[in-house]
């Protein structure tokens, strides 16, 4: 899908569909960083058939948001590009990354399937202990044979260091991206200035036809 298309329809309108199939599915990271930046939220991702992802859109009526989507607005009609790149503090202290927002919004939905169902490390590492026990039976059983019991042991070890790992690994990459995310939205606010006072979202196409 071509970036006017995409903005086209993000429009004010309180909900917008993107039904997306075959190889368009590479644009929903673009596609959630552009409704991001003109005022929505994605609310659902979902998969209706094979080879199909429909992505649903929300507009977020909180004051941040909608200055933000003013700004972005604003941006368009002067020539400017929508999606930015961020620079993004890296671990070492002074040194930064840049970050495109298509990868923060990548990040974003990511961060919100984690929250979604935070139990999904435990769950990834049950499965790696039960894998891992059973190497370990199978080695009790072919102890008669010492070569395939070591090997059973071999590939069971790994197994289990994963699964105690897991949990925390999941667990500190969350909280790095989120403080990233974090980060990234509370610059992008101070970007943005104070809030306007609530309202009805304006009609985005008549403001469109009248800076024409």
């Given at each position: 899908?071509?970036?006017?298309?995409?903005?086209?329809?993000?429009?004010?309108?309180?909900?917008?569909?993107?039904?997306?199939?075959?190889?368009?599915?590479?644009?929903?990271?673009?596609?959630?960083?552009?409704?991001?930046?003109?005022?929505y939220g994605l609310?659902?991702?979902?998969?209706?058939?094979?080879?199909?992802?429909?992505?649903?859109?929300?507009?977020?009526?909180?004051?941040?948001?909608?200055?933000?989507?003013?700004?972005?607005?604003?941006?368009?009609?002067?020539?400017?590009?929508?999606?930015?790149?961020?620079?993004?503090?890296?671990?070492?202290?002074?040194?930064?990354?840049?970050?495109?927002?298509?990868?923060?919004?990548?990040?974003?939905?990511?961060?919100?399937?984690?929250?979604?169902?935070?139990?999904?490390?435990?769950?990834?590492?049950?499965?790696?202990?039960?894998?891992?026990?059973?190497?370990?039976?199978?080695?009790?059983?072919?102890?008669?044979?010492?070569?395939?019991?070591?090997?059973?042991?071999?590939?069971?070890?790994?197994?289990?260091?994963?699964?105690?790992?897991?949990?925390?690994?999941?667990?500190?990459?969350?909280?790095?991206?989120?403080r990233l995310m974090?980060?990234?939205?509370?610059?992008?606010?101070?970007?943005?200035?104070?809030?306007?006072?609530?309202?009805?979202?304006?009609?985005?196409?008549?403001?469109?036809?009248?800076?024409?």
């Amino acid at each position: 899908m071509k970036d006017p298309e995409i903005i086209e329809s993000f429009d004010g309108r309180g909900r917008v569909e993107f039904l997306l199939g075959g190889l368009e599915g590479r644009h929903s990271d673009k596609i959630a960083a552009i409704g991001h930046e003109l005022g929505y939220g994605l609310r659902t991702t979902e998969t209706p058939s094979r080879g199909t992802l429909r992505l649903v859109f929300v507009r977020d009526d909180s004051p941040t948001a909608r200055q933000r989507a003013l700004q972005s607005r604003e941006r368009l009609l002067s020539g400017g590009s929508l999606l930015q790149t961020w620079m993004a503090p890296a671990e070492h202290l002074g040194e930064s990354s840049a970050v495109t927002d298509v990868e923060m919004a990548s990040t974003r939905r990511k961060l919100a399937a984690y929250e979604e169902n935070p139990n999904g490390g435990r769950n990834l590492a049950a499965v790696l202990t039960l894998v891992s026990l059973g190497c370990l039976v199978l080695a009790g059983v072919l102890r008669d044979r010492p070569g395939a019991a070591v090997a059973m042991v071999v590939l069971g070890v790994p197994f289990a260091v994963v699964a105690a790992l897991t949990p925390r690994w999941m667990r500190r990459w969350y909280e790095k991206n989120r403080r990233l995310m974090d980060l990234h939205d509370q610059q992008r606010a101070g970007r943005v200035g104070p809030p306007p006072p609530p309202g009805h979202p304006p009609d985005w196409r008549s403001a469109k036809e009248g800076g024409q």
